[in-house]
């Protein structure tokens, strides 16, 4: 079929130059030659054979690398018609139909987006819809047109942070870790894409009531607000579940309880496991089993945060699990809940992440007119640098759907500066009774005055993200040093001490705090004890003599000088030890 689009198979002699032609390879096997300057209407032929789907399969991807002066990819006719090509669907502009494109030909390919963009004799495919050029969590961010394109990306980050519902089957799975929202809801402004995904039933996030305002202080820097009252009825309520899987280490060990172990009793079963909704707590007991090799009962405990068992599951066959090599094996799932807190990281769909720095009871926040009191205090200074004006718009569309019972579009490119979504959402809300810029009269918490300014307010879809404080905080009085260098270690697992580098040293110098810079780096850390001496001023010279003291047997020692013997002065000084090293 090539041959007869002007293809000359291998076996035909080839009377054109061998620069002059483009090989022609179908997955990856040699087919012929094709000549250069007739190369482009072959592949236009095939291309219309391969919408129809006429004698060439409708997935054929059909790659013609072109010659370039500069260095480049080898040119050549590449078609490929294996059965596993990731393809995508474009319109092609001269078929006036669909045509599947692969990774490789869509690169030396004119695809425009918009019928506007097209350059006559240029462009050969078109987008099907404008949104297309977009990744699936990307497809998701409200409005993203609106944005400063950098917030965009940072919500693609932090998209995939987020605390929600990966999955459901987490009961009957054994996740090793599985960070899960409790309380989820729909946001109430989201693009066509989220409900193509169905992610509703994979929600992400809470709609929070935002006031966007500087208030207390405490939302310095982009932290935010929470009202106490919002995380005592659940908001942002989420839990980690984990899984451990316990193997024990002979065939002929198994899984029970030692009836004499009476504060092991009281926490597990009669098979030596906790059962589900146990609460366990550091040191508790966890599990017990007859060890084989010592011929005893062991009971292992419990280390690390509060939480409650989910599911205990016994592997092998339970039915014979007194016999041999059975039931050996036994997996624990447990939840550890995470109730929102100070140190906790939230975003809203728009790149605008915080930290939680203060939870505010209901009584102390400001209140509207009709007495709304905010979930979040939102800081005004991260809008003007950002230019998330996306999150603004999604602050009035949210809440002109709260007030009127719907869900508003946030697909992108829909609004044009004629039409703008302030205005459309502005209409609604002065619909609904409200300002039409989303605006609302204030009352202090703390004095109960109305405030001077208007104050912008509204629903915001918010995200817990997976880094909390419960996993980062780290603090040491004293503890393990390193063997070699008597200095504190490192790790938070390990109960090590937060590291003060070169730079912090830098800080302290330039601070003139030299003082406090001792204290850390040597009083605190690997100061030891050497001996120096005085008339030749070094500390390899001193050494420790054992004496015996001949009146009685106790041992004395005295430490004399190698170098200058008895000239010596031998001093007692405090270097660090790694000095001494
Ligand atoms: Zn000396």
């Given at each position: 079929m090539l041959a007869s689009l002007g293809m000359i198979p291998l076996n035909e002699p080839n009377i054109l130059s061998k620069d002059k032609c483009f090989t022609v390879m179908l997955d990856g096997r040699?087919?012929?030659?094709?000549?250069?300057?007739?190369?482009?209407?072959?592949?236009?032929?095939?291309?219309?054979?391969?919408?129809?789907?006429?004698?060439v399969p409708k997935t054929l991807e059909i790659?013609?690398?072109?010659?370039?002066?500069?260095?480049?990819?080898?040119?050549?006719?590449?078609?490929?018609?294996?059965?596993?090509l990731m393809m995508r669907p474009v319109m092609n502009l001269?078929?006036?139909?669909?045509?599947?494109?692969?990774?490789?030909?869509?690169?030396?390919?004119?695809?425009?987006?918009?019928?506007?963009?097209?350059?006559?004799?240029?462009?050969?495919?078109?987008?099907?819809?404008?949104?297309?050029?977009?990744?699936?969590?990307?497809?998701?961010?409200?409005?993203?047109?609106?944005n400063q394109s950098p917030r965009n990306m940072y919500q693609c980050q932090m998209g995939k942070q987020t605390m929600g519902t990966p999955w459901h089957n987490w009961l009957v799975n054994?996740?090793?870790?599985?960070?899960?929202?409790?309380?989820?809801?729909?946001?109430?402004f989201r693009p066509v894409h989220y409900d193509m995904l169905k992610m509703d039933d994979y929600a992400m996030g809470t709609n929070a009531i935002v006031a966007v305002i500087s208030y207390t202080g405490y939302d310095m820097e982009d932290a935010m607000i929470i009202n106490k009252s919002s995380l005592e009825r659940g908001f942002a309520y989420g839990s980690v579940v984990k899984s451990e899987v316990v193997t024990l280490n002979s065939v002929h060990s198994y899984f029970a309880l030692d009836n004499t172990d009476i504060q092991a009793a009281k926490y597990l079963q009669e098979d030596g496991l906790p059962h589900p909704g146990q609460k366990v707590t550091e040191d508790q007991p966890f599990y017990s089993y007859f060890d084989h090799e010592s011929g005893?009962?062991?009971?292992?405990?419990?280390?690390?945060?509060?939480?409650?068992?989910?599911?205990?599951?016994?592997?092998?066959?339970?039915?014979v699990r007194s016999a041999a090599g059975n039931c050996g094996k036994a997996i624990i799932t447990y939840r550890i809940p995470r109730y929102p807190m100070i140190g906790d990281k939230f975003a809203s769909r728009a790149g605008q992440k915080g930290i939680c720095s203060q939870t505010l009871p209901t009584?102390?926040?400001?209140?509207?007119e009709s007495g709304i009191v905010p979930d979040i205090v939102f800081n005004p200074h991260g809008f003007p640098s950002r230019m998330t004006i996306a999150m603004m718009i999604e602050c009035m569309a949210g809440k002109s759907a709260a007030l009127h019972g719907l869900v508003h579009d946030a697909t992108p490119f829909e609004f044009s500066e004629e039409d703008t979504a302030i205005d459309y959402f502005g209409k609604l809300l002065h619909a609904g009774g409200f300002n039409h810029f989303g605006t609302e009269r204030l009352y202090s918490g703390v004095n109960g005055c109305e405030m001077r300014a208007n104050?912008?307010?509204?629903?915001?879809y918010y995200q817990r993200l997976r880094h909390m404080v419960s996993d980062k905080w780290q603090v040491r009085s004293t503890g393990v040093t390193d063997m070699l260098t008597r200095q504190p270690?490192?790790?938070?697992?390990?109960?090590?001490?937060?590291?003060?580098?070169?730079?912090?040293?830098?800080?302290?110098?330039?601070?003139?705090?030299?003082?406090?810079?001792?204290d850390r780096l040597f009083h605190c850390s690997d100061k030891s004890l050497a001996l120096i001496c005085r008339t030749c001023g070094t500390i390899l010279g001193p050494v420790l003599a054992i004496q015996n003291n001949k009146k009685d047997t106790s041992l004395n020692y005295t430490a004399k000088c190698r170098l200058c013997a008895d000239e010596g002065i031998i001093e007692r000084i405090e270097i660090p030890t790694f000095l001494g090293i």
């Open positions: 040699v087919l012929g030659k094709v000549p250069q300057r007739s190369a482009g209407r072959l592949v236009d032929k095939l291309r219309m054979l391969k919408i129809e789907g006429l004698k790659v013609l690398v072109p010659l370039s002066k500069t260095k480049g990819q080898h040119p050549g006719l590449f078609l490929f018609a294996g059965p596993a001269a078929a006036k139909k669909v045509e599947l494109i692969g990774t490789f030909e869509q690169v030396y390919m004119d695809i425009c987006i918009t019928q506007k963009e097209a350059h006559p004799g240029i462009t050969t495919h078109q987008e099907l819809s404008k949104t297309s050029f977009m990744s699936n969590l990307a497809s998701m961010i409200p409005m993203p047109d609106c054994s996740d090793t870790k599985l960070y899960r929202l409790q309380t989820p809801s729909t946001p109430l005893k009962f062991l009971t292992k405990k419990y280390h690390g945060e509060d939480m409650v068992i989910d599911q205990v599951k016994l592997c092998g066959n339970v039915a009584e102390d926040l400001p209140f509207t104050i912008f307010f509204g629903v915001v270690i490192g790790g938070r697992k390990r109960g090590g001490g937060v590291r003060f580098g070169e730079m912090e040293r830098d800080s302290l110098i330039s601070h003139g705090a030299s003082f406090l810079l001792q």
